[in-house]
């Protein structure tokens, strides 16, 4: 298939590899699994004094794992791509209870010459205790923007590496809008194909936070994924 175009035939959550382009486009799809640990931070202001002297902060962290699926398909042609991509994730033993988080992702992006992307789109995250967070859940969402690099590594490995900023607004569990809470996330991915396989290893580090801001309280949260993961990209058609 077309090698760049398996480089970003999946860019967040797929293959990215680098070659000369054997063909004008390529369709793909794409399954893999991935693990790794999880972190959670969060900072109660308690600006009113309603539990305790006006301004103090209460911090609270928690520590656990994270496994789950990846699903995706994408396409390329010369100069452009796109791709769309579900990750379903799972959390146990947070503050006592398991928790579940399904990240969509629709993905556009062009090429800069043989090595360079430039990337954006946007993201959908439903956390809650089903995968779309429809059970004592809220939903994160927002456009995101990026670019990445890779390069052939000998003449049966390619590297590459991805870095992406999210802009993200809050719904509670009803799908209303809150107001007065602005988020942001980042995200981090080294990737190893091996050439003229459908075989990718990859290393990714994602952070997502937020803030709410009241009269009465300040409440802050950051939460960080660290996975290892393995995925197959498979195609559809060329042209």
Same mark, same amino acid.
Not at 4 to 15: D, E, F, K
Not at 119 to 142: C, I, L, M, N, P
Not at 150 to 175: H, I, M, P, Q, Y
């Given at each position: 298939?077309?090698?760049?175009?398996?480089?970003?035939?999946?860019?967040?959550?797929?293959?990215?590899?680098? %070659? /000369?382009?054997?063909?004008?486009?390529?369709?793909?799809?794409?399954?893999?699994? =991935?693990?790794?640990?999880?972190?959670?931070?969060? /900072?109660? /202001?308690?600006?009113? %004094?309603?539990?305790?002297?006006?301004?103090?902060?209460?911090?609270?962290?928690?520590?656990?794992?994270?496994?789950?699926?990846?699903?995706?398909?994408?396409?390329?042609?010369?100069?452009?791509?796109?791709?769309?991509?579900?990750?379903?994730?799972?959390?146990?033993?947070? #503050?006592?209870?398991?928790?579940?988080?399904?990240? =969509?992702?629709?993905?556009?992006?062009?090429?800069?010459?043989?090595?360079?992307?430039?990337? %954006? %789109?946007?993201?959908?995250?439903?956390?809650?205790?089903?995968?779309?967070?429809?059970?004592?859940?809220?939903?994160?969402?927002?456009?995101?923007?990026?670019?990445?690099? @890779?390069?052939? &590594?000998?003449?049966?490995? @390619?590297?590459?590496?991805? &870095?992406? &900023?999210? #802009?993200?607004?809050?719904?509670?569990?009803?799908?209303?809008?809150?107001?007065?809470?602005?988020?942001?996330? #980042?995200?981090?991915?080294?990737?190893?194909?091996?050439?003229?396989?459908?075989?990718?290893?990859?290393?990714?580090?994602?952070?997502?936070?937020?803030?709410? /801001?009241?009269?009465?309280?300040?409440?802050?949260?950051?939460?960080?994924?660290?996975?290892?993961?393995?995925?197959?990209?498979?195609?559809?058609?060329?042209?």
């Amino acid at each position: 298939m077309d090698g760049r175009a398996r480089a970003v035939a999946g860019l967040l959550a797929g293959a990215m590899a680098c %070659g /000369t382009a054997q063909a004008s486009g390529v369709a793909t799809w794409r399954v893999g699994v =991935l693990g790794g640990s999880y972190g959670y931070e969060q /900072t109660f /202001t308690d600006t009113a %004094g309603a539990i305790g002297p006006a301004g103090t902060e209460y911090e609270t962290t928690e520590d656990s794992s994270n496994f789950g699926i990846l699903l995706g398909v994408g396409a390329a042609g010369e100069r452009f791509f796109g791709d769309l991509g579900l990750e379903l994730v799972q959390v146990p033993d947070v #503050f006592g209870a398991d928790f579940n988080r399904t990240d =969509l992702l629709l993905t556009g992006g062009v090429f800069i010459g043989d090595h360079w992307t430039l990337f %954006g %789109g946007v993201r959908s995250a439903w956390h809650g205790k089903d995968q779309f967070g429809s059970d004592a859940g809220y939903t994160e969402s927002g456009p995101f923007l990026g670019g990445g690099y @890779s390069r052939r &590594v000998g003449e049966r490995w @390619s590297l590459a590496g991805s &870095v992406a &900023v999210n #802009f993200l607004t809050f719904k509670d569990e009803g799908g209303q809008q809150v107001d007065d809470a602005t988020g942001a996330g #980042f995200s981090f991915k080294v990737q190893a194909n091996r050439l003229e396989s459908p075989h990718s290893f990859f290393m990714r580090l994602q952070s997502f936070g937020g803030t709410q /801001t009241q009269a009465a309280f300040e409440f802050e949260y950051q939460e960080t994924y660290f996975q290892l993961g393995y995925q197959a990209t498979f195609d559809i058609l060329s042209w």
